[in-house]
């Protein structure tokens, strides 16, 4: 039998290697954060996500160029679409034991990413991706195999999560995580967008305000 692999999703993953500053800073920022600035989901704190872009704090310079240069990458060289990088949404999660983040994907948004600033292996809940197919037409069947592969798997963890890991993927792909049995599980997400849409009939650029 010939399997022919139609339309894999890939996730991209960099290290930035100025990430024990990064961890310093970044809890010094939500020391300080105002309760203006945190939105609760599923039972754990969102820091900036509606209100503004912390990444306009001069002392992030130096990640936010990583996370662009990253995403440029990702998008140029490994997508094959040429353009700059937009990067309009970036804020910071802090779940505690018990939290977990319910499937979803990011709208209005082309490459999205999660940095982990802190995280236990052993007892923080790892990125579970969800095969969005399964469920989308109705009536459809469903049986459980006798062992799981990446043909008829609905999930998948990413287990080896190490604190500096960045993680690039499409926006549309659905992702949360369950059963985080630790307190500060705390990784930043973004979303990206390329500043020239061309589909090929026309074509329109992306400012920023």
């Known amino acids: 039998m010939d399997v022919i692999e139609l339309f894999p999703i890939s996730i991209a993953q960099f290290q930035y290697t100025?990430?024990?500053?990064?961890?310093?800073?970044?809890?010094?920022?939500?020391?300080?954060?105002?309760?203006?600035?945190?939105?609760v989901?599923?039972?754990?704190?969102?820091?900036?996500?509606?209100?503004?872009?912390?990444?306009?704090?001069?002392?992030?310079?130096?990640?936010?160029?990583?996370?662009?240069?990253?995403?440029?990458?990702?998008?140029?060289?490994?997508?094959e679409i040429d353009s700059e990088i937009i990067l309009p949404l970036c804020w910071i999660n802090c779940a505690n034991a018990g939290h977990r983040l319910e499937k979803h994907n990011h709208g209005n948004s082309y490459i999205s990413g999660t940095y982990y600033l802190n995280f236990d292996q052993l007892e923080h809940?790892?990125?579970?991706?969800?095969?969005s197919v399964l469920g989308n037409s109705h009536p459809y069947?469903?049986?459980?195999?006798?062992?799981?592969?990446?043909?008829?798997?609905?999930?998948?963890?990413?287990?080896?999560?190490q604190e500096g890991d960045?993680?690039?993927?499409?926006?549309?792909?659905?992702?949360?995580?369950?059963?985080?049995?630790?307190?500060?599980?705390?990784?930043?997400?973004?979303n990206f967008l390329p500043s020239i849409i061309n589909n090929g009939t026309y074509k329109f650029k992306i400012t920023q305000i």
């Open 141 to 161: 069947f469903d049986s459980i195999p006798t062992n799981y592969n990446i043909h008829n798997a609905g999930r998948c963890e990413l287990s080896h999560i």
């Open 125 to 131: 809940a790892p990125l579970t991706f969800y095969k």
């Open 18 to 39: 100025n990430h024990s500053n990064l961890k310093t800073l970044v809890n010094e920022i939500i020391q300080d954060a105002d309760k203006s600035d945190i939105t």
């Open 41 to 79: 989901k599923d039972f754990s704190n969102h820091y900036f996500e509606n209100n503004r872009n912390f990444l306009e704090n001069p002392k992030l310079l130096d990640f936010k160029n990583f996370l662009i240069k990253s995403a440029t990458q990702y998008i140029n060289d490994f997508l």
């Open 166 to 190: 960045l993680f690039l993927w499409p926006s549309h792909v659905e992702h949360g995580y369950e059963n985080n049995q630790k307190d500060n599980r705390i990784s930043i997400s973004m």
